[in-house]
């Protein structure tokens, strides 16, 4: 257990509709990072946040869009869903403290089937 | 942008054969780390590599960053089924703002007992 939670674990849903994912990050830790894995494909970085601002920003459509809270939870935000859009998306946490040392903390992932 | 290319996609090895993935880096990197994914599960931190030419072991995993801080790769000696699993390495780049890590393709080892 990484200590960082994902909901929901699955979720289906239909082309043009909209979703949200949620992350809580490991307690401490002020970095989010949102990843989008396709089946059998790498990690694609999708954004960052530091402490409620957006860091990095890295293959994210417009049609994607993320935020960190107050309370240090993120959510992604999925709208007008295509069929190639399903994949497995995963938050990261990590400390974000020294220069060169962030190892990151994955979740379990959320699935997400557009059919 | 950055790029970072690993090989092989796939390696399907016998248990107690060895197997090497390798990382290669189309800027230098100011740090490589290594994750591996289980089937079903999620990427987990294996090791960070920070030094020129550095070396690490961590039980059978041999892990070495190339002098020029563009290539690594990991080692695993005698292969065991537990050792089943994606093998990630990502970079940090040293023109990268907001310390985000490029993740190459990932090698998919399967090992036949």
Redesign the interface.
């Known amino acids: 257990d ?1 200590g960082v939670t994902q909901t929901p674990k699955h979720l289906i849903t239909a082309t043009g509709q909209r979703v949200t994912l949620r992350c809580s990050p490991r307690s401490g830790d002020l ?1 989010v990072y949102w ?1 989008q894995q396709s089946l ?6 999708l954004i ?1 946040y ?1 402490n409620g601002e957006e ?2 920003k ?1 293959n994210i459509l417009e049609r994607f869009s993320a935020q960190q809270f107050p309370d240090l939870h993120s959510e992604l935000n999925l709208s007008s869903l295509e069929l190639g859009d399903s994949a497995l998306y ?1 938050c ?1 946490s ?1 400390v ?1 403290g020294l220069a ?10 959320t699935r997400l089937t557009v059919t | 942008g950055q790029q970072v290319m690993q090989i092989p996609q796939y390696q399907h090895v016998q248990e107690g054969e060895d197997f090497t993935t390798y990382c290669n880096s189309s800027t230098t990197l100011s740090n490589i780390q290594w994750y591996k994914q289980r089937p079903g599960g999620h990427p987990v931190f294996l090791i960070q590599l920070v030094k020129s030419g550095e070396v690490k072991k961590q039980k059978r995993l041999t892990f070495q960053f190339g002098e020029a801080k563009k290539n690594s790769s990991l080692h695993i000696t005698a292969t065991q089924t537990t050792d089943v699993g994606t093998y990630f390495c990502a970079g940090l780049g040293r023109e990268t703002s907001g310390s985000r890590l490029t993740f190459g393709e990932g090698t998919q080892l399967t090992v036949n007992p």
Request: hydrophobic share 20%.
């Open positions: 990484s970095s990843y059998d494909q790498g990690l694609q970085f960052q530091y860091r990095a890295g995963f990261a990590s974000e060169d040392y962030y190892e990151q903390y994955f979740g379990p992932g």
